[in-house]
């Protein structure tokens, strides 16, 4: 029966062994030896001595990453996959990014035994080496992608980057590997790049490798505030905008696009998100090569996260930023794997993540999809499009449907709001009373920020599309 199970889950139910992709996988042994917290200290290590019981596993754990690996191979999956041997990366990709300063500090560091690279961004001894290593599976994944060796590639790294900023490490991250790669592209002549970064925490380290870059992309899918405390916000636009108008008519946009999504949110909101902002804004800005942030802490049962994503999501925005990467740059997308901390589940979203990039299903099930799909207030909820809708104006991008979409199709919800006619904020029609008391419902802290995309919306009402 055993036997039976085994050949059972490592068959394919869907997919065309001719139109497949070439996709190359990174992974190496040296990224499970990694070590964030230290196995007796664990998450007590972050706290005042005698608060937290020592024992408790570190959250970047290494078995929510290798238990993904496990999946791919006993799933099937693996033997679709082409290996990509990652090697470190070099001094020059990482001062493209990083000061000397910080370089030096993970060395010594890690010359002495582990210790804080930063914030919240431990090593033990000899994690400088496996921190270049997974910098440099990165880089070696776009690489191989840019050289046509394959046709796009998930690179499943530790540590992770994408909070790590020039001169010190932070939230688990060392080095910002997407953002060494995303510079080591530029090297190599590819001119226009798009970052998009689902992972729930927002990738301030990103953000500010590319904040002046006019020829680079970055949207950021997170929490609002979430990690790190008050950063992404809708107002964070960057400081240069993109002279690419790709026949839009749009002229100079921002490249920095934030979308503070409001706990709770679910399919519904996501999808919004690329129906109205993500796929857009990527049209219209024509990258030449896109690269993903991967991180699966959206899901519902992640303990750093108040979200409800399902591996269902996963597929779907993974496969939405596939055919957007097959029609905009000839299917040159690479996904670095970022945050994950449930060791149960981020095994199943990587595996539909994976699934989607080589264009076929395993016969391996999701145990918990019924589950996170029966959860209450998946579809779009109103304070969520509202967001989304803010976002969209700011930006000058095509205002969405105002009614409340039941997120993507074939997800199954229960107890949803049903879509029904809504006066969104531009309507000219709106209660100004309404829309006072609802301001003042607004944090202090964000009240600017939500008053100026009113206006904007207002604006774009008044004067038509923009």
């Known amino acids: 029966l055993l036997c039976q199970c085994v ?15 070439k996709v190359g996988y990174v992974s190496h042994e040296l990224y499970w030896w990694h070590d964030p917290g230290g196995a007796i200290s664990g998450i007590a290590g972050f706290f005042p001595a005698l608060t937290v019981q020592p024992g408790v596993p570190h959250w970047e754990d290494v078995e929510t ?7 791919l191979h006993i799933s099937g999956l693996a033997t679709s996959l082409v ?5 470190p990366a070099t001094a020059t990709e990482l001062l493209a990014v990083h000061t000397q300063r910080h370089l030096d500090n993970v060395g010594q560091v890690s010359e002495n035994g582990g210790g804080e690279t930063g914030d919240c961004a431990t090593i033990a001894a000899g994690g400088a080496a496996i921190a270049v290593l997974s910098a440099g599976g990165v880089v070696q994944a ?3 992608v840019l050289d046509a060796k394959v046709d796009c590639a998930y690179a499943l790294v530790r540590p992770p980057g994408h909070h790590a900023t020039r001169d010190r490490g932070m939230g688990f991250c060392v080095f910002n590997n997407v953002a060494v790669a995303a ?14 970064d689902y992972d729930v925490h927002h990738g301030n380290g990103t953000e500010e490798a590319f904040w002046d870059d006019p020829n680079v992309l970055f949207i950021s899918l997170h929490q609002d505030s979430n990690y790190p405390l008050g950063s992404g916000k809708l107002s964070d636009v960057g400081g240069v905008k993109s002279l690419h108008d790709a026949g839009a008519g749009a002229g100079p946009t921002n ?12 399919s519904g909101a996501y999808a919004h998100c690329f129906d109205c902002v993500v796929t857009p804004a990527l049209k219209r800005f024509q990258p030449e090569f896109i690269l993903v942030s ?16 399902s591996s269902e999501d996963y597929r779907h925005m993974a496969q939405q930023l596939i055919d957007l990467a097959d029609e905009l740059c000839d299917g040159k997308v690479v996904f670095a794997h970022e945050g994950g901390y449930s060791k149960e589940y981020v095994p199943f979203c990587g595996l539909a993540v994976m699934e989607a990039l080589v264009g076929l299903r395993t016969a391996t099930i999701d145990p ?3 589950e996170v799909e029966g959860w209450g207030c998946q579809a779009l909820q109103p304070h969520q499009r509202d967001v989304i809708a803010s976002v969209a104006a700011l930006h000058k991008l095509q205002l969405c449907d105002a009614g409340l979409p039941l997120g993507r199709e074939g997800a199954h919800h229960h107890d949803d709001p049903q879509p029904q006619a809504t006066t969104p904020a531009s309507s000219p029609g709106i209660d100004t009373a309404e829309l006072v008391a609802r301001l003042a419902q607004v944090p202090e802290d964000r009240r600017q920020s939500v008053l100026a995309s009113l206006i904007t919306i207002v604006e774009s009402a008044v004067n038509g599309p923009v």
């Open 65 to 71: 990453k290798r238990r993904m690996h496990s999946l």
């Open 294 to 309: 991967s991180g699966f802490d959206a899901a519902y049962a992640d303990p750093l996260s108040s979200m409800m994503l």
């Open 368 to 370: 918990f999809l019924d």
């Open 183 to 196: 510079r080591a592209l530029q090297r190599r002549g590819v001119g226009r790049i798009a970052i998009v």
């Open 7 to 21: 050949a059972l889950s490592a068959t394919f139910m869907e997919g065309d062994s001719e139109q497949r992709r």
């Open 142 to 144: 776009c690489m191989d």
């Open 255 to 266: 490249t920095t696009i934030n979308i503070p999504l409001p706990p709770g949110s679910g």
């Open 83 to 87: 290996a990509l041997t990652p090697r």
